[in-house]
């Protein structure tokens, strides 16, 4: 009997909802039927009449029909809503633009930087850092560069107006500062603004980015500096990407070599962005000379290490396509929104 | 260095085409720039040692020779690398005797004053010479190289420093005062005319050749124009020398002047090989200028070069190149390079090291060696071999990572500008740091000429040019390290710079009307506050500042605890106008340090509360001078421990209002932890509340 009565409420009640053509009478429709002192809670006064071993089963279905309705309405409540605004599925604009603030971006330098990183953290380099205004000796003399090596020179360095201090030329004074504090084995990674005094044009900037790596071990050879560039390279700039060596000149790597990547546009083949020799030239790298082991305290007899530098406007300009290295300082909004 | 291959060829055979020699050397670390192929035409001359026929093209390779290869400055140079490679072996050419002239003794005299600047001078003295053009193929093959013809004696010179590496100088002797030669320092005061025509200062640290009086040439430089090879010139004085590298270099910056000459002077030439080269020269003179060679040759050698050897141990080599090579492989490769065995045995081996190689000094060079000549390509291909290092720290690049996440998740699109920037930008924004600027002594231009003291000039700067090039808006930061004087200590520090320009708060249909001041300061600070925020910094607090470059009124330094570690604000309308910028611009600069260090705390998790809230709202007509921090302040004081949070949403300034007046519309939040607040307790706290703000502050409740 009172089962019966479930099916009863239930079946008005959703003609009542259907029969709801706006907001006000909806509401109605909800208090009338599952307000706290609506007629679908109000089915459970009932409970009582009901056989102890139909009880449960009662309740289970009053709590049904209760969720059920409220789905149901919470339908109809969403659909006349629509209606209010006055859009109908035809008028409603769906063309029009967007509202959200968009994320913002960071400048190519920083991602290439960040992305260098976080490749070679993942063999366990960790970041270092040193200041941009360096000691001669961290900059040149620890580094194997000896008086009067043309590096030096005032027409192509920025000294300060003191002279045993500079702008660095590059980012290996970090690796001296670096052993100085820490004993081997050590592994880092060494992101930097440099300077050199090259008059400003289409390749070159008196202010640049480096990073620099540097891996100081037991028996750490030219094989573990390939590796480990080979495994940056594929992570880099794609799964297919190749390294060679050719030797080279640094004061402060011996051997010391130059390190180009397969071409990322015509994988090897030749085109335009490579001069078509299918390769690029990426970073100088080499094993670290016993000069520099000397000059911050390793015993070169124990140890051996490869160290790298790349120059990060270098491979943003080939990687992305930029013309000029300019562009990458100029901040234009538009042209910073590419990247 | 150009290199005509069919020079080349005089020297050295090869079995191989043209770019798989220039593979060779490129692999081999003398890296061939470009390969160029000259003549061709009728007009082309023949060359008698190339392969090809008269009028067919040459091709010259252009070679990139590291510093530490002087050796290789030369074709000969070139050549004993070929024949390396190649297995072949390396042809000189043949000096036979020459001297058929009176004795030497009775034609010159050559004293050395600075033996250590000149090690070794020599000098023959060739008469009876015929000034004339040199051979066609010997002008060929300078031109080819890169040098103009001149006469066949100059030229003669020319030739034999680009065959073998050694400068050579010859004078007119009748010009030398006394016909003799002094190797000495420059005189203070002395001058000279060099070759170029230009008139030289010369001073006490530069070495010169001079005759009985005057300086006759620069060492190594450059030859004077008094003694000059003329066409009526018939008796010759020829110097093969040696100068020493950092003299030559210094002498070469202080003039301004590089030469050929120069260029391998610096890097070091054998002086083993000077006096040979003297003798090839000689016979070029007597074969090609028609001289009598004087017999007997000056040959001041005050230091021999000492014979140099190096030991290695086999698995060295192994080790540092990972290179799997036998010890018999080693061998052949030293041996190919010239570097003599003096002793092996199963650990290590011991080599002499040729005078030409004076950049192997240690087992490490001796490594590369082998490495280069073997070939690099069998450096194996490691597994990289992860592994963190005892005491690594990873803190410093991730939190740093984070705060960078940070801004791009608030919108801001990162900049970057020079460190060095312009004195007159930094004066428009703040002409008092002029005391603290690091200023360079030696810049390339005066814009780049002090070391930035802050990040925001250039942000303006940026920000103007973005506007000149019509870009309506902008929401930029840069992160950049600023440098200046601190006491005596100079200071480098990071700093992240904000910079906003434009209705940059506003939705898309609300862009037209015009930027209001507090509209654009109340933008950046809630963006600093976002970014604060998302730090977990929240005791922080705002205190008015005096800059130079910003408003008097919304400009405030950031306060953490008291500490300053930043400043906000919106630009002065002088500044904005010299980039004809007409609406506000805000820009804030912030001490990275600073926040990293009290922010990213890791935060103790607090439950949500679980009983209802109840809001009150309130409309406080105040005197215009009265702050929100002062209402809050009454409002903190005198609320019952249920309040939970005080939200302003509406100000306004009006008529309705009154002047002086403004409207301040405040919810006020109320819940207790313990259970539902009833509307009873509510009302109670937010009388209380209302009643003090009547009572603290001058006001009028409108509603509540």
Request: aromatic share 6%.
């Amino acid at each position: 009997m009172v089962m019966d009565q479930i099916e009863q409420i239930k079946e008005e009640a959703l003609a009542e909802l259907e029969a709801a053509r706006n907001a006000e009478a909806l509401e109605a429709v909800r208090v009338k039927y599952i307000s706290r002192k609506g007629l679908i809670p109000g089915l459970m006064k009932h409970l009582k009449e009901i056989l102890p071993e139909e009880k449960r089963a009662y309740g289970q279905k009053v709590n049904d029909l209760k969720s059920s309705f409220q789905t149901k309405l919470d339908e109809k409540q969403a659909v006349l809503q629509a209606q209010d605004t006055g859009a109908s599925a035809e008028t409603f604009d769906v063309t029009l633009p967007g509202e959200w603030r968009g994320v913002g971006s960071l400048h190519p330098i920083t991602q290439l930087t960040d992305r260098a990183i976080e490749i070679f953290q993942t063999l366990g380099f960790t970041v270092a850092s040193g200041p941009d205004i360096e000691t001669v000796f961290n900059n040149f003399d620890a580094l194997n560069h000896p008086p009067g090596h043309p590096a030096r020179d005032v027409k192509d360095t920025f000294y300060l107006d003191d002279p045993n201090l500079l702008l660095r030329t590059h980012t290996s004074p970090v690796q001296v500062r670096y052993m100085l504090s820490h004993p081997p084995p050590i592994r880092i990674i060494a992101p930097g603004r440099c300077y050199r005094r090259d008059t400003p044009d289409a390749t070159h900037s008196a202010n640049f980015h480096q990073i620099e790596g540097l891996y100081v071990g037991e028996k750490v050879s030219l094989a573990d500096l390939k590796g480990d560039l080979s495994h940056f390279a594929r992570e880099a700039m794609g799964t297919d990407t190749r390294v060679r060596f050719r030797p080279h000149f640094f004061p402060f790597t011996e051997p010391s070599v130059e390190v180009d990547f397969s071409c990322h546009v015509c994988h090897g083949n030749g085109c335009r962005v490579c001069k078509n020799s299918g390769w690029i030239e990426i970073a100088g790298a080499g094993m670290v000379d016993p000069n520099v082991f000397k000059a911050v305290g390793y015993d070169p007899d124990e140890v051996t290490g490869y160290a790298f530098g790349m120059g990060i406007e270098r491979i943003a300009m080939i990687l992305f396509g930029i013309t000029d290295i300019r562009h990458l300082y100029e901040n234009d909004v538009r042209y910073l929104a590419q990247f | 260095m150009k290199l005509p291959v069919s020079w080349l060829k005089e020297y050295v055979d090869f079995d191989d085409t043209v770019q798989g020699l220039a593979d060779k050397l490129t692999f081999s670390g003398v890296e061939v720039e470009g390969i160029e192929t000259v003549g061709g035409d009728s007009a082309g001359r023949a060359d008698p040692c190339a392969d090809e026929g008269a009028g067919t093209p040459d091709t010259v390779l252009d070679l990139e020779i590291t510093p530490n290869r002087p050796d290789c400055l030369s074709v000969i140079g070139i050549a004993r690398e070929v024949a390396t490679l190649y297995g072949s072996a390396l042809k000189w050419p043949v000096v036979e005797r020459v001297e058929t002239g009176v004795p030497m003794d009775s034609l010159t005299r050559v004293e050395v004053e600075d033996p250590q600047g000149c090690p070794r001078y020599t000098a023959r003295v060739l008469q009876d010479v015929v000034i004339g053009p040199a051979p066609d193929w010997m002008q060929r093959r300078l031109t080819l190289a890169g040098i103009r013809p001149i006469n066949n004696v100059v030229d003669i010179t020319n030739y034999v420093m680009l065959e073998t590496g050694h400068p050579l100088h010859a004078f007119d002797q009748a010009l030398l005062q006394e016909g003799r030669v002094v190797v000495r320092r420059a005189r203070a005061g002395e001058t000279m005319l060099t070759l170029d025509g230009e008139e030289r200062d010369l001073s006490p640290e530069m070495l010169v050749i001079a005759d009985a009086e005057v300086p006759v040439a620069v060492a190594g430089v450059m030859g004077g124009a008094g003694s000059e090879i003329r066409a009526t010139t018939s008796q010759v004085v020829l110097e093969s020398a040696c100068f020493d590298p950092l003299l030559t270099r210094a002498t070469s910056r202080q003039l301004a002047l590089s030469t050929e000459s120069s260029y391998r002077f610096e890097r070091g030439v054998d002086a083993a090989t000077v006096e040979w080269t003297s003798r090839r020269a000689a016979q070029l003179m007597a074969e090609h200028a028609g001289a009598r060679v004087a017999s007997g040759v000056v040959d001041l050698y005050s230091a021999t070069v000492a014979e140099r050897t190096v030991t290695c141990r086999w698995e060295f080599v192994r080790d540092l190149t990972g290179m799997s090579i036998q010890n018999a492989e080693i061998e052949a490769i030293l041996s190919a390079l010239g570097l003599t065995s003096l002793a092996t045995d199963a650990d290590s081996f011991t080599v002499r090291i040729p005078t030409f190689r004076a950049d192997l000094e240690r087992d490490v060079d001796v490594v590369e060696e082998v490495a280069r000549i073997h070939g690099l390509d069998h450096v194996p291909t490691k597994a990289p071999r992860a592994e963190i290092v005892p005491g690594a720290d990873y803190t410093f690049h991730r939190s740093r990572a984070d705060l960078k996440a940070h801004l791009v998740g608030l919108g801001l699109r990162e900049i970057m500008n020079y460190s060095l920037t312009a004195p007159a930008l930094l004066d428009l924004l703040n002409p008092d740091d002029r005391e603290r600027r690091l200023v360079l002594p030696h810049p390339i231009s005066a814009d780049q000429s002090v070391l930035r003291p802050s990040l925001i000039p250039q942000m303006v700067e940026t920000i103007g040019r973005n506007h000149a090039r019509q870009i309506p808006e902008a929401l930029l930061f840069e992160w950049g390290r600023v440098y200046q004087w601190a006491g005596a200590e100079r200071q480098e520090t990071e700093r992240i710079c904000i910079g906003l320009m434009g209705p940059v708060g506003r939705g898309s249909f609300d862009k037209r009307s015009p930027v209001k001041p507090p509209e654009m300061f109340g933008w950046m600070k809630g963006l600093v506050s976002r970014l604060l925020e998302a730090l977990r910094i929240d005791a922080w607090s705002v205190g008015r500042l005096a800059h130079p470059g910003l408003e008097a009124g919304p400009s405030v330094e950031i306060l953490i605890g008291g500490e300053a570690i930043g400043v906000m604000g919106l630009l002065r309308g002088d500044v904005r106008r010299e980039y004809r910028l007409s609406e506000p611009v805000a820009v804030a600069e912030l001490d990275v340090e600073a926040l990293l260090q009290h922010g990213g705390r890791i935060q103790r998790a607090q439950d949500v509360p679980v009983y209802p809230a109840v809001v009150r709202d309130m409309a406080l007509v105040v005197d215009a001078d009265i702050l929100h921090a002062d209402i809050l302040r009454v409002i903190r004081a005198n609320a019952d421990q249920a309040l939970e949070q005080i939200q302003l949403f509406d100000i306004f300034e009006g008529e309705a209002i009154g002047k002086g007046r403004k409207s301040m519309a405040y919810s006020v939040t109320y819940r207790s932890p313990n259970g539902t607040l009833t509307d009873e307790d509510a009302n109670v706290y937010h009388q209380r509340v209302k009643d003090a703000v009547r009572r603290e502050l001058n006001v009028t409740i409108r509603e509540g």
